[in-house]
């Protein structure tokens, strides 16, 4: 089967934008209508122009209605007129908005009270380098908890936050000066923007867990993403459980993911606790190595999921993939220039999207695998709940996640990668419908007053409860609401939604298989 690569793509980019720009926007008419069967296709108010933000719009437009997962819905260009929105984005959210699942009634991309696409967005490249495991911002993450208390969720190894003494759990009391009791959405605005904004430092002001207090500042640099943030062995009973906190699928990671389950290996683990709450995807190549380290032998060459490509690609009628050059070689082993288009897209194995199980590392015992969610599992991070289904007992604990069933490679236009859903994924059941999310077997919150590992934290002490007893206990230590705060569970979690910047998304980095 096909080996799957990254970053290659954006460093053999041959043609500068405005090639792909133009090109798009030249499409014949007849051409398109051939690509929309049974659509009427107009598009007179496409005019010429040398406009570099009206052909942008344009691009994205015309890419969509190819490649886009469902097509099908969008109206004609004349109908929808892209060179109206006064932004890429408002563009992107209103064509995100018109396919329908007929299951809820609701767009497919609906978001509650957010003019944001689910699953589309529109980036300058930060996610590819995040995806490749490089950081540039502060390394940190914050959240509210049950208190309406502003804490740290998670730090990244080795970044500036790590650096400065920064810890999960810690108690943020003021951000930049000013005092962090959220009650407006200007409030909110104000904290986004410093945690995200473009300032080359943030000052803290924290409690830690001992009650001393600290004035801490982080400045922004570029460092190495470890998403691997803790890892351990538990004794439960006769029982060795091996635990891993995993933050992001990042390409680099792999290693240091072979590494841990070699760990596992050697201390005798015979079940897993994997806890992904705050990972929002990443690498499907990185996914499938996850899938392949738990998986057991017995599963070898049995399909492990199936890819569903856009129908247009996989006719061959997405041509204005053709605009997406890179130099690779061929099976004869010669180098020459390819697009996107050379690639066959049926969800056969022959073609290369639909992949079978091949064990990886010799941790070969594992009879049961405890996930650990929230709202923020999301994408790579359930293909790989989705694909160990049907062969090992899952059990979810914490929150519903994101829903995520689709993916995505990245399209170059001018200065923007464009993502949009060009695929669906189902496991060797052909399951793969969670647009709505995973639902937990044990409704746990987050509870971000302890440290990872700690065995009184609420989601690692009901899995670890299960494997001892086999059933969940009846009384859940978790983060409850505080009776007095006068604080719902949803407005924390739609503060927390607001503050959640992690990358959501499952990105195609497989070296595909050419025609």
Request: aromatic fraction near 12%; charge should be positive; hydrophobic fraction near 35%.
């Amino acid at each position: 089967m096909m080996r799957k690569v990254f970053v290659q793509r954006y460093l053999l980019y041959l043609f500068i934008a405005g090639f792909t720009l133009l090109s798009a926007c030249k499409k014949d008419k007849s051409e398109q209508a051939n690509n929309d069967p049974g659509v009427p296709e107009t598009n007179n108010l496409q005019t010429p122009t040398s406009d570099r933000n009206l052909l942008t719009k344009d691009s994205i437009f015309l890419y969509a209605k190819q490649i886009y997962l469902w097509n099908p819905s969008l109206p004609s260009y004349d109908n929808f007129n892209p060179r109206k929105y006064t932004s890429n984005q408002s563009l992107l959210y209103a064509l995100t908005q018109i396919p329908i699942n007929q299951q809820t009634g609701k767009p497919y991309e609906y978001v509650a009270n957010s003019s944001t696409s689910k699953y589309s967005f529109i980036d300058d490249g930060s996610v590819a380098g995040q995806l490749g495991g490089t950081g540039a911002d502060f390394g940190f993450s914050l959240a509210f908890d049950g208190a309406n208390l502003l804490k740290v969720r998670y730090v990244y190894p080795t970044s500036p936050a790590d650096v400065k003494g920064l810890k999960r759990g810690y108690l943020v009391t003021k951000v930049n000066g000013v005092g962090v009791l959220r009650s407006s959405q200007s409030d909110i605005a104000n904290l986004n923007n410093a945690l995200f904004g473009d300032h080359p430092s943030i000052t803290l002001s924290v409690t830690k867990p001992d009650q001393t207090t600290a004035d801490i500042v982080v400045n922004r640099a570029t460092y190495s993403i470890n998403p691997i943030l803790f890892t351990k062995i538990y004794t439960i009973g006769a029982k060795k459980v091996g635990y891993i906190v995993f933050n992001s699928f990042t390409t680099n990671s792999g290693a240091g993911l072979e590494d841990a389950f070699k760990q596992f290996a050697t201390g005798g683990v015979t079940e897993l606790v994997v806890d992904l709450r705050y990972n929002g995807g990443g690498s499907v190549a990185t996914s499938e190595l996850f899938t392949n380290l738990i998986a057991p032998p017995s599963q070898n060459q049995k399909v492990m999921y199936t890819t569903y490509w856009t129908q247009k690609m996989q006719d061959g009628q997405a041509t204005i993939l053709q605009n997406q050059k890179f130099y690779a070689k061929g099976t004869d082993g010669i180098t020459r220039l390819y697009s996107f288009f050379d690639y066959p897209y049926k969800p056969t194995m022959a073609a290369g999207n639909q992949e079978v199980f091949a064990k990886k590392g010799t941790l070969n015992g594992v009879t049961r695998v405890y996930f650990l969610v929230t709202g923020g599992t999301a994408s790579a991070s359930e293909l790989l709940i989705n694909n160990l289904k049907p062969v090992v007992d899952v059990k979810l604990i914490g929150r519903t996640t994101y829903g995520k069933p689709v993916g995505f490679f990245s399209v170059k236009i001018d200065k923007y990668d464009l993502y949009v859903p060009q695929f669906q994924t189902k496991n060797q059941l052909n399951q793969g419908d969670y647009f709505d999310g995973m639902t937990v077997d044990r409704t746990v919150d987050d509870d971000l007053s302890k440290e990872f590992g700690d065995t009184e934290e609420g989601m690692l002490k009901q899995a670890l409860y299960y494997s001892e007893n086999g059933k969940f206990s009846a009384l859940v230590n978790e983060n409850r609401l505080s009776s007095t705060s006068g604080i719902t569970r949803a407005d924390i979690d739609s503060k927390n939604q607001q503050l959640d910047h992690d990358f959501k998304g499952m990105v195609e980095t497989r070296k595909l298989k050419l025609k």
